[in-house]
């Protein structure tokens, strides 16, 4: 007995050292989910916040569309109708609000007639004050919303930030917000009083022609918004500041909020929140030791009570270590477990191998090395060769691996499996291959996945599947409709030959029979015409047929040089200043796409903005970009042409469908469809809605530059 004791004392200690680690492991990990637990708190009252900015803002907004539509809806908006709309407003505690006003624009010519026009509409003693030349902008009535009196007659474009306001929510039709100013209103008062401020703009049309009457304008202090705003939100624990571009692009500081708790603020929060036409950074920050959750003394207590588990249980086992018969019959119980399990094992294993071997896709299995664990009969039937002693450095050349234009060797370091022994998937990637045994070579796809070996090592499985038939096929439907272009090109060309001739020889005969020869002239017209359409229509079907398959050749794309471009080749041919497009270009991002789709795309949007644009009215036509939270650009062009019937916008996108406007236009039915079919196998979409000033806007996302092309359709 004395012999054995050795052993029992060294095992009880190795219990007690694995006790210490587990106890240190628990420890460690309750610290962890302690920080973890501050980072949701963090994220919690960071979107809080953000949603308060966000809401508040977004509710500033809607009052001011609402109070536009008011205004614009009177039959004369008088000084008194106007403060009889935005009565309701005192009562609404807008955070940070000085006062609602109508300003309305005018030229020096003008300035007279406006003054004494306002003063007949309610406002007797209105006086304008115009600043420099030009274009004006004059307070004509208004409300204050905090006791601070409205500057009646003031000329709001004496200060860049709210006149480029102006200028955007009258170009767009939509309110739009300003850079960071100090408001006209608080010029009067100390510095250190002053804040910095914003105006919300929202245009006022009247009548069913839309006439333009001005804006109503809401002026925000900034640090008064925050306050009122974020207060509740931050509840005392983060430091939030709200900052803005401004007109030279520099960040500017609109408001901030000191948190109450004291330490380093090792969290930090940046979110961009939308606001009418611009974008805001909400920043917050917070010691993690300020915030719930973050610090306590359960780590410690379970420490504690982890290392007497410990100490209890080494006591135990030195208990049941000095049973020499139990510990006997343990071991055999033991001997008969490991013996069970690995008879199930071998079962196992013998049922995966006759389900492999059984089914018709081929599937393998590479470890660590790149070599071939297994491989079932149907994988190497696709392959046509077992697998090389080699690694995956042999693969191309072992098994003749190309690309689908069966002339481009497969890098190796794109195969599917070696890219899922890099930890990628890959799904129905498409390849050739083309050795002795496959002469004319065959077409597989491949899906790849990483797995884990028993080892713990990373490996890789594969599936393949012959397509060799299906592309095939497909080859003979593309091939088919080649010809059937070409057959019906052909003979159109030539009625298009006939018909130019017998216009040419009537010209020449026209003084025998003028009637007749007009005639004769009018049915060649029409067989011309006829043929041009079915030119184009063809045109149109080949176009649709590559939208969907053709392969996609990404890069990137200079998003605005394409849009001018395509503007100067949709307007150099067209008449006089009087009808020529007024096309407005905003900043464009650049994007991630094929360029001669995204071309055709804008051209088509573009194209569409001038053709149905109402007889003897020049188009206007505003395109414009942003980047979207998840990364991609959204581009929208809006017009002021027919528009599309209520219930009709999704389904223009739909081949071959012609909006039910009563307005006949010639055209396919395609051109939509195209645009639809480009946009969502770049894994975008594209939708249309009516302009609030009439019209049709339509806007479509596409990836941003440097962004993954994984969810694009049809990348090879």
């Given at each position: 007995m004395s012999r054995k004791r050795p052993g029992t004392a060294a095992l009880s200690a190795l219990v007690a050292a694995i006790g210490c680690a587990v106890t240190l492991a628990v420890f460690t990990a309750l610290v962890r989910r302690e920080s973890s637990a501050a980072e949701v708190q963090m994220d919690r009252r960071t979107a809080a916040a953000a949603e308060a900015v966000r809401s508040e803002t977004r509710r500033y907004v809607e009052i001011l569309r609402t109070t536009a539509a008011a205004a614009g809806a009177q039959e004369t908006l008088t000084a008194t109708e106007y403060d009889r709309i935005v009565q309701p407003l005192k009562t609404m505690k807008l955070a940070g609000a000085t006062a609602i006003a109508l300003v309305v624009p005018a030229t020096d010519d003008q300035v007279a007639e406006l003054q004494e026009r306002w003063r007949r509409l309610g406002a007797p003693d209105l006086t304008l004050a115009p600043k420099g030349s030009g274009e004006h902008a004059f307070v004509v009535a208004g409300v204050s919303l905090d006791g601070t009196r409205p500057l009646r007659g003031v000329d709001m474009t004496q200060a860049v930030a709210p006149a480029e306001a102006f200028a955007q929510a009258r170009r767009t039709g939509q309110p739009a917000v300003s850079d960071t100013y100090q408001l006209l209103v608080d010029r009067d008062l100390p510095s250190a009083q002053r804040q910095h401020s914003f105006v919300m703009a929202a245009?006022?049309?009247?009548?069913?022609?839309?006439?333009?009457?001005?804006?109503?304008?809401?002026?925000?202090?900034?640090?008064?918004?925050?306050?009122?705003?974020?207060?509740?939100?931050?509840?005392?624990?983060?430091?939030?500041?709200?900052?803005?571009?401004?007109?030279?692009?520099?960040?500017?500081?609109?408001?901030?909020?000191?948190?109450?708790?004291?330490?380093?603020?090792?969290?930090?929060?940046?979110?961009?929140?939308?606001?009418?036409?611009?974008?805001?950074?909400?920043?917050?920050?917070?010691?993690?030791?300020?915030?719930?959750?973050?610090?306590?003394?359960?780590?410690?207590?379970?420490?504690?009570?982890?290392?007497?588990?410990?100490?209890?249980?080494?006591?135990?086992?030195?208990?049941?270590?000095?049973?020499?018969?139990?510990?006997?019959?343990?071991?055999?119980?033991?001997?008969?477990?490991?013996?069970?399990?690995?008879?199930?094992?071998?079962?196992?294993?013998?049922?995966?191998?006759?389900?492999?071997?059984?089914?018709?896709?081929?599937?393998?299995?590479?470890?660590?090395?790149?070599r071939f664990l297994l491989h079932n009969p149907a994988a190497i039937r696709m392959l046509g060769k077992g697998n090389p002693e080699a690694g995956?450095?042999?693969?191309?050349?072992?098994?003749?691996?190309?690309?689908?234009?069966?002339?481009?060797?497969?890098?190796?370091?794109?195969?599917?499996?070696?890219?899922?022994?890099?930890?990628?998937?890959?799904?129905?990637?498409?390849?050739?291959?083309?050795?002795?045994?496959?002469?004319?070579?065959?077409?597989?796809?491949?899906?790849?996945?990483?797995?884990?070996?028993?080892?713990?090592?990373?490996?890789?499985?594969?599936?393949?599947?012959?397509?060799?038939?299906?592309?095939?096929?497909?080859?003979?439907?593309?091939?088919?409709?080649?010809?059937?272009?070409?057959?019906?090109?052909?003979?159109?060309?030539?009625?298009?030959?006939?018909?130019?001739?017998?216009?040419?020889?009537?010209?020449?005969?026209?003084?025998?029979?003028?009637?007749?020869?007009?005639?004769?002239?009018?049915?060649?017209?029409?067989?011309?015409?006829?043929?041009?359409?079915?030119?184009?229509?063809?045109?149109?079907?080949?176009?649709?047929?590559?939208?969907?398959?053709?392969?996609?050749?990404?890069?990137?794309v200079d998003l605005r040089s394409l849009v001018d471009d395509v503007v100067t080749a949709r307007t150099d041919h067209l008449g006089g200043p009087d009808l020529r497009p007024d096309i407005f270009v905003g900043s464009l991002p650049p994007v991630q796409a094929d360029p001669v789709l995204l071309r055709q795309v804008i051209d088509n949007l573009v194209g569409n903005a001038i053709k149905y644009t109402p007889p003897g009215q020049a188009p206007r036509i505003d395109i414009t970009g942003r980047r979207e939270p998840d990364?991609?650009?959204?581009?929208?062009?809006?017009?002021?042409?027919?528009?599309?019937?209520?219930?009709?916008?999704?389904?223009?996108?739909?081949?071959?469908?012609?909006?039910?406007?009563?307005?006949?236009?010639?055209?396919?039915?395609?051109?939509?469809?195209?645009?639809?079919?480009?946009?969502?196998?770049?894994?975008?979409?594209?939708?249309?809605?009516?302009?609030?000033?009439?019209?049709?806007?339509?806007a479509f996302t596409i990836p941003a530059a440097g962004q993954p092309t994984s969810n694009l359709v049809g990348v090879v």
């Open positions: 245009p006022v049309f009247h009548g069913v022609e839309q006439h333009f009457l001005g804006w109503v304008v809401l002026g925000v202090r900034g640090q008064n918004f925050m306050g009122d705003t974020l207060q509740h939100a931050g509840q005392g624990l983060l430091d939030l500041t709200l900052t803005v571009a401004g007109a030279d692009r520099r960040e500017v500081t609109v408001a901030e909020l000191g948190a109450a708790s004291e330490g380093e603020r090792d969290l930090v929060r940046t979110v961009d929140i939308p606001v009418a036409d611009k974008s805001w950074t909400l920043r917050a920050s917070a010691p993690a030791a300020g915030l719930p959750g973050a610090r306590s003394a359960f780590p410690l207590s379970m420490a504690s009570g982890g290392l007497v588990l410990t100490a209890l249980l080494s006591a135990l086992v030195w208990v049941l270590a000095t049973s020499r018969d139990r510990a006997r019959v343990q071991v055999r119980a033991a001997t008969a477990e490991l013996r069970a399990g690995e008879a199930a094992s071998r079962r196992q294993a013998d049922l995966l191998g006759a389900v492999l071997d059984g089914i018709s896709d081929g599937v393998g299995v590479v470890g660590p090395d790149g995956v450095e042999s693969w191309q050349g072992h098994y003749g691996l190309f690309r689908v234009d069966g002339v481009t060797p497969f890098d190796t370091a794109e195969l599917p499996l070696v890219r899922a022994l890099a930890g990628e998937d890959s799904d129905q990637v498409e390849m050739i291959i083309r050795h002795p045994a496959y002469p004319e070579g065959r077409v597989i796809s491949v899906s790849a996945r990483p797995i884990e070996t028993s080892a713990g090592e990373r490996g890789a499985v594969a599936v393949f599947h012959d397509i060799t038939e299906r592309k095939q096929v497909e080859t003979e439907l593309r091939g088919f409709a080649g010809v059937v272009a070409h057959d019906l090109k052909s003979p159109l060309s030539a009625v298009r030959g006939f018909a130019e001739l017998i216009i040419d020889a009537l010209d020449d005969a026209e003084a025998g029979s003028p009637d007749a020869l007009r005639e004769a002239r009018h049915s060649a017209g029409k067989v011309i015409s006829g043929a041009g359409r079915m030119e184009k229509l063809i045109s149109e079907l080949l176009d649709y047929a590559a939208a969907r398959d053709a392969t996609l050749r990404l890069g990137e990364g991609g650009v959204r581009v929208q062009v809006a017009d002021r042409g027919i528009g599309i019937p209520d219930g009709e916008h999704a389904l223009v996108f739909d081949s071959f469908h012609r909006a039910s406007n009563g307005v006949a236009h010639p055209g396919t039915g395609l051109g939509l469809a195209i645009c639809r079919r480009i946009v969502e196998r770049h894994g975008g979409r594209i939708e249309a809605a009516p302009n609030p000033g009439g019209g049709t806007i339509f």
